[in-house]
């Protein structure tokens, strides 16, 4: 079944981790639910002289470990019910990585491609305004996500630091470099998704300067990723795809070249030369990795008995339902699951956020060992546990994140 309600995904993944871990029941209950949620209406003036009124979201799913963390999404199928389950995950992703933050998530139902950039920033302006009290850099910190930007964090940023009338930096992650933004986070989310493939690659035996890779999606974090397969591995990018569709080439599609087109033409598609294939078949295709890298709800019980990848490393959120979880399972796919290979973005936020505090900034090598240590460390934590206890990848990264953010629940008196 496609299109699952993606929080009563999250729900179900819980639940499972619960039985494992034998949670007690008002623990549990906590746990399935957001602590806080806020839904605000956005009147936006809009190009045209009318105003327009969006719907925005943001939630926050459990601060145990610290201040809410996570993105802000601005997408025309956003739902309050997407929102909550990647808040969700951020609190299960900032745990597992070991981070002093807990989750949280926003969104706005809104078509950034059809808006201008005045109408954008007045819309992300509006957020701020409507948002204000119930953010802040220790109480809720945003940052980007799908289609939102390092120019829309700071546009946020700016509002807040008026409102307060001070500047705050450290409200928000994801900002332009050299006004508050850390190097390395702009393909952070990729490169730490490139850390796990590597610790997933040797403990395989496969070899990644002769491996295949295809990426589904082409944005922020599916660029990157095709773009350092290359770069770092060596690894033939042979096949991508965004919303219009896919190419590939048996060979080697030259990403360069790739990335330059989807640039111009805004569509990976327009690729001179580049035989077409289906969003669909992309998912299919005889490769050693595959790297799900947009929205939720890709792989699921229809097309995981086809997937031939031997990994498949999860950069999008939400990507693979639970019942093809356990088709790829059973088909010895070793998955590296969303909350862990697509953490690098939130583990540089995190580093953005140490460097604001003490107004200083790292370096690129500073941020990239750093982030390498971190995800090495996560990745093998959940794939000793999954040997230890007998579970899949993604079983394994739920039982350390929610123990250690049930300690901390435990510890505060809360349970
Ligand atoms: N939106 C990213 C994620 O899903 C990054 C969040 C952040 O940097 O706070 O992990």
Not at 219 to 229: K, Q, T, V, Y
Not at 231 to 257: M, N, P, R, T, Y
Request: charged share 20%; aromatic share 8%; net charge negative.
């Amino acid at each position: 079944m496609t299109n699952q309600n993606p929080f009563e995904v999250a729900q179900k993944q819980l639940d499972d981790c619960a039985q494992i871990l034998k949670l007690d029941s008002s623990t549990h209950a906590i746990l399935r639910v957001p602590m806080r949620e806020f839904h605000v209406s956005l009147p936006v003036r809009m190009d045209d002289n009318s105003i327009k009124v969006f719907q925005g979201f943001r939630v926050q799913y459990n601060d145990s470990r610290g201040p809410t963390k996570g993105g802000i999404r601005f997408h025309p199928d956003e739902t309050i019910d997407t929102v909550r389950a990647l808040a969700a995950w951020m609190t299960w992703k900032c745990a597992l990585l070991n981070l002093p933050l807990g989750g949280g998530k926003g969104g706005v139902i809104c078509n950034p491609k059809e808006m201008s950039l005045g109408e954008l920033e007045r819309l992300s302006r509006e957020y701020i305004r409507a948002l204000n009290p119930f953010i802040g850099p220790d109480k809720d910190i945003p940052a980007p996500d799908v289609y939102t930007t390092p120019q829309i964090m700071i546009w946020m940023m700016d509002e807040y630091s008026k409102i307060y009338a001070k500047n705050q930096f450290g409200v928000i992650t994801g900002k332009p470099i050299g006004l508050g933004g850390s190097t390395g986070r702009a393909d952070a989310t990729a490169r730490g998704g490139m850390y796990a493939i590597h610790e997933a690659a040797k403990v395989l035996g496969i070899d990644l300067s002769k491996a295949t890779v295809a990426v589904q999606g082409f944005g922020n974090a599916g660029s990157n990723a095709a773009r350092l397969c290359k770069e770092l591995f060596g690894c033939k990018v042979v096949a991508v795809s965004d919303s219009q569709g896919a190419i590939c080439d048996d060979e080697c599609l030259d990403v360069e070249a790739v990335c330059e087109c989807k640039l111009d033409t805004c569509s990976v598609v327009n690729l001179p030369n580049a035989k077409c294939i289906s969003n669909e078949e992309i998912l299919e295709l005889e490769v050693d990795i595959l790297i799900p890298a947009a929205l939720e709800n890709v792989v699921t019980e229809k097309n995981a008995p086809n997937v031939k990848a031997k990994i498949v490393a999860e950069l999008a959120n939400g990507p693979t339902t639970p019942e093809a979880d356990a088709i790829l399972y059973k088909n010895g796919v070793h998955v590296i699951p969303d909350f862990l290979c697509n953490a690098g973005g939130v583990t540089v936020s995190y580093f953005e956020m140490v460097q604001n505090s003490y107004m200083y900034s790292w370096d690129e090598q500073q941020v990239y060992t750093s982030l390498e240590k971190k995800m090495v460390e996560a990745y093998h934590s959940v794939l000793n546990t999954s040997k230890e206890y007998n579970l899949n990848m993604r079983q394994a990264a739920y039982v350390l994140a929610v123990k250690r953010v049930v300690e901390a629940m435990k510890l505060r008196g809360w349970v």
